[in-house]
């Protein structure tokens, strides 16, 4: 699947799962990405390129590491899901993640997590 439709896929899945938690909702295909703000200011990055490769940011302030990022971007991270891995709230490592890349997995289990809010929680993990 390209990464348009990757795109397109999730965004799709955004509007249905999380759409009373939105509040701006930002298209952009030219820079592969959507941006996503919610209704409590947190903001949401999907990017997607023609490589298999994804990236799923969720920001929670300008504060260093107040993030939390799932992507395969490098493969670097001692996991079992290598080369999938999850960066948790204000930490640099790489652990196990849930995510491959596929919107139609992914990103259900996205807002299901932004919705349960256990993202918020700095030592959440996949175990």
């Excluded at 509040?23 to 919610?38: D, G, N, S, W, Y």
């Excluded at 996991?79 to 790489?94: A, D, F, I, S």
Aim: aromatic share 12%; hydrophobic share 35%.
């Amino acid at each position: 699947m390209l990464s348009i439709e990757k795109l397109i896929r999730s965004r799709l899945i955004l509007e249905e799962e999380l759409s009373i938690y939105i509040k701006i909702l930002t298209f952009e295909p030219k820079l592969a990405r959507i941006h996503v703000i919610l209704r409590d200011k947190v903001q949401l990055f999907i990017r997607y390129n023609n490589h298999d490769e994804y990236s799923y940011s969720i920001i929670f302030s300008q504060m260093e590491l107040d993030r939390c990022r799932f992507d395969n971007y490098d493969d670097r991270w001692d996991v079992l899901t290598r080369p999938n891995h999850y960066h948790p709230r204000y930490n640099k490592l790489g652990f196990e993640s849930p995510m491959n890349g596929n919107p139609d997995h992914d990103i259900p289990k996205l807002c299901k997590l932004i919705k349960s809010g256990k993202i918020l929680f700095k030592n959440f993990k996949f175990i």
